[in-house]
């Protein structure tokens, strides 16, 4: 396994892979919306990413219109399961792909959102039928399509990759969103969908409190999740990809924090 951390993609490209490099890690998840993906942007990050000795292991694709970070306007305003928002959502996944594949990143993920757990929901077959899409246009790109986990349980995402039925399918494994997400504990969910990770969120959190709100997201080692019992887990299941560190906040207590996460995962590692 290797050490990593997510990066935004900004005009400033060379500068983020800078950061990168101090911080001595040589690989990232990127994300970002279309009003960079052009040909100028897409030069200069390959242009750094070889000056850098920078490897890009997964592009995060977002989306457009709204995103509500909780249990009660999350539902109907995050990724691929409300109606009004999903061709303009796989629209975007699609242009992120065609970006990525221009960069030489084998990897998209994003969150497909709060997937009904029960397959006779009526919402339920559109999100299947929208996935079959993007995949099938991110294989032609020679890439693999990834869920972040978080709004849906381990289960119900398992049936979902279950029903593709598509071989370029994985999982970004967030330990701290099951959390925050209460959806599973993280080690449980290794049994349900371990077989699927390609890439791993190094985060920290805490349970809800509440049936409105998220668990609060933690510095890594400050929260709930086991990581020395899940990262034998993951050793045990075979996983040495990479590791990439999460943390949401900005500013300089988001450098010293990364800092702390990357000296906690060489331990564990």
Known sequence: MTIGAILPLRSNVEEIFRELKALGLSHCQIGGNNSFFTDEIAGRVKAAMEKEAVTITTFFSGWPGPMV???ITGPITIGLVPPEYRLARVEEIVKTSDFAAKLGVNQICTHVGFIPESPSDPLYPGVVTALKYVVAHCMQNGQKFLFETGQETPVTLRRVIEELGMEDVGINFDPANLLMYGKANPLDALDIIGEFILDIH???GEYPVSGRELGVEKPLGQGRVNYPALFK?????GYDGPVTIEREISGEQQKKDILMAIEL???LI
């Open 69 to 71: 970070w909780d249990f």
């Open 202 to 204: 190094a985060k920290d």
């Open 233 to 237: 887990k993951l050793k045990e299941l």
């Open 265 to 267: 995962l060489k331990k």
